[in-house]
């Protein structure tokens, strides 16, 4: 999460993280359904003029792969371009063979090695190899945009046309799950390269492609650009190219209309989709028969910290203090306000990623013991302040209202919360300085691996925020400098969850909720799955 993460990073970054990001992936947190729709297959025979129409409120930027970390910007981009690794439907913790066959991982989890597909062509028949994908991954970092982090410290060779290698400085076993991201499609490297592109260092002032991407796609994707614009509507046309199974509708088009508007849309329409109804307005459609309505848990963690830093607070370091807080919350409240498909998160790795603990794991309400560890602290009627964005709402839900029963909840135990929240433009800049007393934030994906989650440690990026300075607890700083190297992943998942077991016994964090995701669509829709890493797949819905 490179210069600024998650919430300051894009608009991606703004609304899947405050995006990313992501989405589920296994039936014990598939959330409330009013409706299920039977998922796609993909394989569904093309239905002749059948147009597919997909309403969702933009932060469309660009065409261009490349330079996307939007949330529909990634829903145009991963239907334009093939990666080479993929997600299959909603499951975002198991990455599989695209334009890559398969693909090897050195047991220090520096290199990996991709075996190219040598039957995939671009949409002008030219056939894909190596040398494209090394252009576009270079591209891409040396762009310098929002995406580039992904690839962070990471070079891209190829010894032959159907070998990719990837070197990363650092072990990072969660490479294979940040290659699916539609940031990395794969474009056509002599296309791109006369058209202004360049894959070379300097290409954030040298890159002229843009523009040229923005009109006309140079991917292998299930679909070709027919128009794009920012602010209107996109859209998509089946591209007869395509070396996957055909995708069931012909066109595709992505409308930027508010959720408002959908709610009245998705009632109308046929072959529709919504995606940005809040859980409030998901419940009005569970009596329309024209409607099936999907909601599951989210990715996006919203969390409560107390700082660590005493030069913030006299209050807010002590342990018991801090106790006191996490057995005061009322979890059950929080997942009730979020609404449909909600649910508590029992650790800051959301419940669809390897290294999730189970509700099992869950923080419970105690009031006796949280005002006892009030007692232990040995402070008197305590005031802090809670700092929070007044002004941001996602997911349905306003961060004004979720300040306002921290503060009930934590009345009752005998803490007074002064809520202190500020637009976003201010209360950011207070988070990110690390000057919030107690803080009301949430963390969306940049990946869909539990590496993401490493800044919440002693040191790291959300760890300083909440004024938790590296050495603060060497043992779990130990423990996340292992995990975030491990190449099994069964032992990684496994360290993960201790990580965030010790994180909810001696840290200054408390998870709150995942709300919910909800996916509306037309009855008939199948395969309409949402999946955090691009929202929905439009080759992968059917009728």
Not at 199 to 217: M, R
Not at 323 to 352: E, H
Not at 420 to 428: D, R
Not at 456 to 465: E, I, K, T
């Amino acid at each position: 999460m490179q210069p600024s993460r998650n919430i300051e990073r894009s608009s991606r970054a703004l609304f899947a993280a405050i995006r990313t990001r992501r989405s589920v992936t296994l039936s014990a947190v598939l959330g409330a359904f009013i409706a299920v729709t039977a998922c796609a297959s993909g394989n569904n025979p093309p239905a002749a003029n059948h147009v597919l129409v997909v309403d969702k409120s933009f932060d469309m930027k660009t065409a261009d792969p490349q330079r996307e970390f939007e949330v529909s910007g990634g829903i145009v981009a991963k239907a334009l371009y093939s990666t080479l690794l993929t997600f299959k439907g909603a499951d975002s913790a198991t990455p599989v063979p695209s334009v890559a066959k398969s693909y090897t991982a050195s047991s220090d989890a520096k290199t990996y090695t991709f075996k190219l597909r040598t039957d995939i062509k671009f949409s002008d028949g030219t056939t894909l190899t190596s040398a494209d994908v090394v252009f576009s991954f270079n591209r891409l970092i040396n762009i310098k945009g929002n995406p580039s982090f992904l690839l962070a410290d990471v070079t891209v060779s190829a010894p032959d046309a159907s070998t990719v290698v990837l070197t990363s400085k650092e072990a990072n076993p969660a490479i294979p799950f940040i290659i699916p991201n539609p940031a990395l499609g794969i474009v056509n490297s002599k296309v791109v390269k006369a058209h202004g592109g360049t894959d070379q260092p300097g290409a954030d002032k040298a890159d002229q492609a843009q523009s040229f991407l923005d009109v006309q796609s140079e991917g292998t994707g299930p679909y070709t650009l027919k128009s794009f614009s920012t602010t209107s509507e996109v859209d998509l046309v089946a591209n007869p190219s395509y070396w996957g199974p055909k995708p069931y509708y012909s066109t595709v088009v992505i409308r930027n209309i508010q959720a408002p508007a959908q709610l009245i849309n998705i009632q109308k329409g046929t072959d529709e989709v919504a995606l940005d109804l809040s859980p409030d307005q998901a419940s009005t459609l569970s009596g329309a028969g024209s409607v099936q309505v999907k909601a599951i848990p989210g990715p996006n963690v919203f969390f409560l910290f107390s700082n660590n830093n005493s030069q913030i607070s006299s209050i807010t370091p002590n342990k018991h203090f801090q106790n006191a807080i996490r057995y005061g919350l009322d979890y059950q409240s929080f997942v009730q306000l979020a609404g449909a498909g909600a649910i508590q998160t029992p650790g800051v790795v959301p419940s669809m990623f390897l290294g999730a603990l189970s509700q099992a794991d869950a923080v419970k309400r105690d009031l006796t013991k949280a005002k006892a560890e009030l007692a232990a602290s040995g402070i008197s009627n305590p005031t802090v302040n809670l700092g929070f964005p007044s002004d941001f709402t996602l997911n349905g839900l306003s961060f004004s209202t979720l300040a306002q029963k921290v503060q009930a909840n934590l009345q009752e135990v005998g803490i007074k919360v002064n809520l202190t929240g500020s637009p976003i433009s201010v209360s950011l800049a207070d988070y990110r300085a690390g000057k919030e007393q107690l803080g009301l934030w949430l963390w969306g994906p940049d990946y869909p691996d539990p590496n993401d989650y490493l800044v919440f440690l002693p040191g790291q990026l959300v760890g300083l925020r909440a004024g938790w300075a590296a050495g603060a607890d060497p043992s779990l700083e130990s423990l996340g400098t292992q995990a975030g190297s491990t190449t099994n992943n069964t032992e990684r998942g496994q360290l993960f969850q201790k990580i965030q077991r010790q994180l909810n016994t001696e840290g200054p964090f408390f998870p709150l909720i995942q709300p919910g995701q909800v996916v509306a669509a037309s009855k008939g829709v199948t395969g309409a799955d949402y999946n955090p890493t691009w929202t929905i797949d439009v080759a992968g819905v059917g009728g």
